[in-house]
Each structure stands twice: as structure tokens, then as C-alpha cells.
């Protein structure tokens, strides 16, 4: 995934995680102890007993947050299924006319523990659910079907739920979008197209488990971008670690990656906290398999923007190990991967810098004349290294020279962190000033904002 893929990501700027996914709840309502199939279930859900739950575990999706609390609301349970064991799936409603608001609910009746495990809703309409033997000796699976939502119709997910023996109640397992409208425009062009899958299923295998197959056919109204002019994909959910996972990707006949490669390891480091977990996710970053490598920079950016947002501080191991990727990766194109990494480690971890002898070891990567890794010198600049000055404000001048804007704005990203801190000469100020003068741009970032900000202070 490139960084560009991040972007499309969130479809129209910042998508909404659809309401399948999210809502995933268990009210375990008191039940009648007499109740049993074909017996009435009204006692068990009531529309008092959801307007009590319902506000307060929908907290995030202000939409759907307000109770039915109007004279005319009503909840009707429409249809049951036996699941088997005692369990059955109930699927109701929850309306109110003068509120012009109506609710479809499902979820998993426990006649052995009178419980009602409430496992999600959409708006209005009626979700259509079925149950699948994933594994030979397991409850049968619980699949979702997406229906279009009135507030999220530019995609549909399949949800899917596995029984917990453990928790005695089904619990989300797997979310898989089966329909998506992406929408994105960026510096670089705007990407328009629509994915349809078709979800099957494989045979039992030899442990007695089913795979997942989502072939995926993509339709394009606009693409600037090569990597999303595809035609179809294929995925293939395998079973690791007793979770399904993406084992192997097919885009337009070409495998992307397979079975032995570590994609499913890079989607458990990402939520591994240990110290090894970081290091691994480094070892990653010049994997052979270039959706590999792109993977692992993406889980470890993400890993570390969590550490950020928690004011945590990274392990000097973790950063040890980037400045030896840094350097393992020289004349390679993953090398700015890893110089990305480290720039964003200095600009945000400002109260745990780098150890003198990591720095001492970038530091000596620099060459004597340009070209430059403006990146590196970022880094530098941003862990307080005075003696990337003279290289940042000759990259800036050769920027201006070749009117290439992307060089002499990156540049000024690191002589503006410094400037803050060192006096600047009448000759490196005229460079500036002419920066600040110049109408070059770098996407939509301007040279000469950047430059008159710096002269400014």
C-alpha cells in the first residue's frame, strides 16, 4: 500500500467505518426463564429495555444516538432461526412513525442462559443473514449481509460472527467490504471507481476448516494513478493462528503476494506492544515483496503515531534498528521508507532523541557534495543537528536554481526547525528571501509561504 493508498482509503476525505463493523454489542437483557422456541419473545426485548442500552453504546455515530423514546415507538421481533444448541437468531425492528426514524436489529437468543446477545442494527433496512460452517466442530458462523444503508451508501461490509465457548455468546469475527464507491482527490490526480465482490467458500480442508474467497471486479470511471487501474482481485482469507487473514492476493492474474509470505504476521505485529514486535516490523521494511515491505511501513507509521497520541516514547532498540535499516538500505529504493520512519521518530518524539552514537551514525551516511537525502536532513535538523545547516541551505539553492519546488520546499522544512536556534547570515538570509520570492510550489505546499514564515520569526 502506498501512501497515496492511505489517502483512497478514506474514500470521500475521512470515511466512515460502516455501522456492521462497529456495532457489536451485547445486551444481556434479562430474559423470561420460560422461554423457549415458539414460545412469545416479546418480554425478552422490549422498547424500553433498548432505548436503556441503545444511546449509550452508540456514542461515536451521532446519527443513530437517540433514543425512540416517542408514544408511537414500537419494537416487533420478525424472525427467528434456530442456530442449534440452544441458540437462536432473532431479527426485529424498532419504529416510530412520528419520529420518522426506524431500526432493523439482530442477534443471538441463549435459551440456556435466557440471555439476548444484541449484536448490531442498520437503518430501516432488513438484514439478510445466514449461517455458514466455517470450521467442522464450532457453532455455525454468523454472515451479515450488507444492505445499503440511507447514511452509508457509498459501501456495503459483510460482517461476519464466530460463537465464543468461552464468552457463550457470538462476538465479531471478520468484516469484509463487498461493495465500495471510492472518491478521492489528491496533488497528484483523482481516483474514481466502484468494487463488487462476490464472497464463496472453499472445502474443508485437511483441519477441517473453510477458507474465504473474495473475488473482487472493479469498475473505473477515473484513475490517474496506474496502481488502481486494475480490472479484478482476488483475495484469499486462510486460516493463522485461528483467525482468517488475507494469505494471497491475485491482481489481474498476477499473484501480488502468497501463502509464505508475512502478511498476516505484519496485521498481528501491529497490535503486538512488545519491543520484539517493533524490531520484527524493521526487519520487514526491505522485504523482497515489495506489498510486503510497503505493509510494513504502513503498520510500523501507524504503530508509531499511537505510541505519539499516547506520549509514549519509542525504545532506543526500535530506533537502533531503523538507523541500521537506514544504512542496510543505501541505494535502495525502500531506503525512503526508513528515512520517513526517522524523520517522523525526531519530529515527534522531541523529549526521547536519538543516542549519541545513533546519531553519529547517520550523521556519517551524509555525503560531502550533493545530492542530498533531504529526509535525513530533516531528521537531523530535528534532533537538533547544527551541522546539517550548510547541506539543507545548498539543497534550497539548487531547489531555486532548477526551479525544482519540491527540493527547495523540503529543504526549508529543516532550515526552518533550525533557524529557531542558530543565527543566520546575511547570505544564507538572502537565500531564503529569495525563496520567499519565488512562485514555486510543491503540490499544494508554496515555496514561498514556507520561506517568508522562517524570515518572519
Not at 475521512?14 to 430474559?31: N, Q, Y
Request: hydrophobic share 40%.
Amino acid at each position: 500500500m502506498t501512501l497515496k493508498a492511505l489517502v483512497l482509503a478514506g474514500g470521500r476525505g475521512t470515511r466512515f467505518i460502516p455501522l456492521l463493523a462497529l456495532l457489536t454489542l451485547d445486551f444481556a437483557f434479562f430474559a423470561n426463564p420460560t422461554a423457549c422456541a415458539g414460545e412469545d419473545l416479546s418480554s425478552i426485548v422490549t422498547i424500553d429495555k433498548f432505548n436503556a442500552e441503545f444511546p449509550s453504546r452508540c456514542q461515536d455515530l451521532r446519527l443513530y444516538c437517540k433514543p425512540m423514546t416517542a408514544p408511537d415507538a414500537s419494537l416487533k421481533i420478525t424472525e427467528t432461526k434456530e442456530i442449534g444448541g440452544g441458540l437462536r437468531l432473532i431479527i426485529g425492528i424498532v419504529d416510530a412513525p412520528s419520529l420518522n426514524r426506524a431500526y432493523s436489529f439482530y442477534g443471538a437468543y441463549d435459551a440456556g442462559r435466557t440471555q439476548f446477545n444484541f449484536l448490531g442494527w442498520t437503518s430501516e433496512l432488513k438484514p439478510y443473514i445466514r449461517m455458514e460452517q466455517l470450521t467442522k466442530s464450532e457453532q455455525p458462523f454468523l454472515f451479515v449481509d450488507p444492505v445499503f444503508d440511507k447514511f452509508y451508501d457509498f459501501e456495503k461490509v459483510l460482517q461476519i460472527y464466530r460463537y465464543s465457548q468461552k464468552g457463550r455468546q457470538y462476538q465479531p469475527f471478520l468484516s469484509i467490504p463487498v461493495f465500495q464507491h471510492v472518491q478521492a482527490d489528491s496533488a497528484d490526480g483523482s481516483e474514481d471507481y466502484i468494487d463488487n465482490s462476490v464472497i464463496t467458500l472453499g472445502s474443508l480442508d485437511s483441519t477441517d476448516r473453510r477458507e474465504v474467497i473474495v473475488k473482487t471486479a472493479r469498475k473505473i470511471n477515473t484513475s490517474t494513478d496506474d496502481a488502481y487501474n486494475i480490472k479484478e482481485k482476488t483475495e484469499t482469507y486462510g486460516w493463522h493462528h485461528d483467525r482468517l487473514c488475507v494469505v494471497e492476493r491475485i491482481v489481474d492474474g498476477k499473484k501480488e503476494f502468497g501463502r509464505s509470505d508475512p502478511f498476516c504476521e505484519i496485521q498481528e505485529l501491529r497490535k503486538d506492544d512488545q519491543e520484539a514486535a517493533w524490531i520484527r516490523l524493521v526487519d520487514l521494511l526491505d522485504y523482497p515483496n515489495p506489498s510486503i515491505a510497503s505493509e510494513a511501513y504502513v503498520a510500523a507509521n501507524a504503530k508509531m503515531a499511537g505510541a505519539f497520541l499516547a506520549h509514549e516514547k519509542l525504545s532506543d532498540a526500535f530506533s537502533h534498528a531503523l538507523v541500521n535499516k537506514y544504512i542496510a538500505t543505501k541505494g535502495k529504493e525502500e531506503q525512503r521508507a526508513v528515512a520517513t520512519l526517522l524523520y517522523t521518530k525526531a519530529f515527534n518524539d522531541r523529549t526521547h532523541q536519538f543516542t549519541e552514537q545513533d546519531l553519529k551514525e547517520l550523521k556519517n551516511t551524509i555525503p560531502h557534495s550533493p545530492p542530498y537525502d533531504v529526509t535525513l536532513l530533516n531528521t537531523l535538523a530535528a534532533a537538533g543537528e547544527a551541522s546539517v545547516w550548510p547541506p539543507l541551505l545548498q539543497t534550497l539553492k539548487e531547489g531555486l536554481k532548477s526551479n525544482n519546488g519540491c527540493e527547495a520546499d523540503t529543504s526549508l522544512t529543516g532550515i526552518g526547525i533550525l533557524a529557531k536556534k542558530l543565527p543566520i547570515s546575511k547570505e544564507d538570509a538572502e537565500a531564503i528571501a529569495e525563496a520567499a520570492r519565488s512562485n514555486l510550489a510543491c503540490s499544494d505546499a508554496s515555496v514561498s509561504e514556507s520561506a517568508s514564515s522562517i524570515l518572519s520569526k
